[in-house]
């Protein structure tokens, strides 16, 4: 396996052009890797996504989960209006490491009405401010 490698300065121009953050394969033996790329979404895509899913997964309460399979914890998310429908898997993490937990969490909390109500919420700032960004603050609630 390789070292591991900072980013070049091409790799670095070419994600403040394009917003993609390069994602490069190395230490595969291949020179030739297709670079992969993890686009940063906007807020309409981010909007967009969240409206696609149905609304019966949308309603529902997210919640993540543990159970044990072959000497490995699966952490899984599901979603549930408690209204007949049932329990609806949405995701599931596997993994030797100890984050697979903290991230099945993470995707539970990331839900779409919490994700649309983030976007609701940057807007009515927006609103309130005439567009200017406001200043990030401390969970205190002070200036950074």
Not at 6 to 33: C, H, I, N, S, Y
Not at 48 to 71: C, K, M, N, V
């Amino acid at each position: 396996m390789a070292d591991w490698q900072p980013m070049t300065e091409e790799q670095r121009q070419r994600w403040k052009e394009t917003g993609l953050f390069p994602v490069e394969r190395w230490g595969m033996g291949q020179t030739d890797a297709t670079p992969l790329v993890c686009p940063l979404p906007d807020r309409a895509l981010l909007r967009a996504l969240a409206d696609a899913i149905p609304a019966h997964i949308q309603s529902s309460g997210w919640y993540a989960t543990g159970q044990r399979f072959e000497a490995r914890t699966v952490h899984s998310v599901y979603g549930d209006n408690f209204r007949g429908m049932g329990r609806q898997a949405i995701a599931s993490v596997i993994s030797v490491g100890s984050y697979s937990g903290p991230l099945a969490d993470y995707i539970a909390a990331a839900c779409p009405r919490t994700v649309l109500r983030l976007l609701d919420r940057i807007e009515e700032l927006e609103r309130a401010t005439d567009g200017v960004p406001v200043a990030p603050k401390t969970p205190d609630g002070e200036p950074t």
